[in-house]
Nanobody, 127 residues
Framework: QVQLVDSGGGLVQAGGSLRLSCAASGRTFSNYVMGWFRQAPGKEREFVAA????????FYADSVKDRFTISRDNAKNTVYLQMNSLKAEDTATYYC????????????????????WGQGTQVTVSS
């Protein structure tokens, strides 16, 4: 059974930083693209970042580019999201996700390409 456990959220002032973690289990972690999405109250879940299986290729939403960094440690079955220069508009519940297809050559930004989801971790940025 595949399980993703998100952690690391919290309350931070604008301009501050947080590091989210997502621990995966239940299948071969390194075979799957991993992503982070977020959902603010009253809004649809949106793409934040994705990382290829070997970690060499990363993709970001324009809204977080140059502020957020996605990384992964395949030995620890964990994906991270380092968030710097946080803004009030980054306030949301953040979810890690695991691709539904093994060995996808290019990381996807599409929500429907991800099959397994973490429980979410709340990030609140005060202005």
């Amino acid at each position: 059974q595949v399980q993703l456990v998100d952690s690391g959220g919290g309350l931070v002032q604008a301009g501050g930083s947080l590091r989210l973690s997502c621990a995966a289990s239940g299948r071969t972690f390194s075979n799957y693209v991993m992503g982070w999405f977020r959902q603010a109250p009253g809004k649809e879940r949106e793409f934040v970042a994705a990382i290829s299986r070997n970690g060499k290729n990363t993709f970001y939403a324009d809204s977080v580019k140059d502020r957020f960094t996605i990384s992964r440690d395949n030995a620890k079955n964990t994906v991270y999201l380092q968030m710097n220069s946080l803004k009030a508009e980054d306030t949301a519940t953040y979810y890690c996700a695991s691709d539904r297809a093994a060995f996808r050559p290019v990381a996807s930004r599409k929500l429907n390409d991800y099959e397994y989801w973490g429980q979410g971790t709340q990030v609140t940025v005060s202005s």
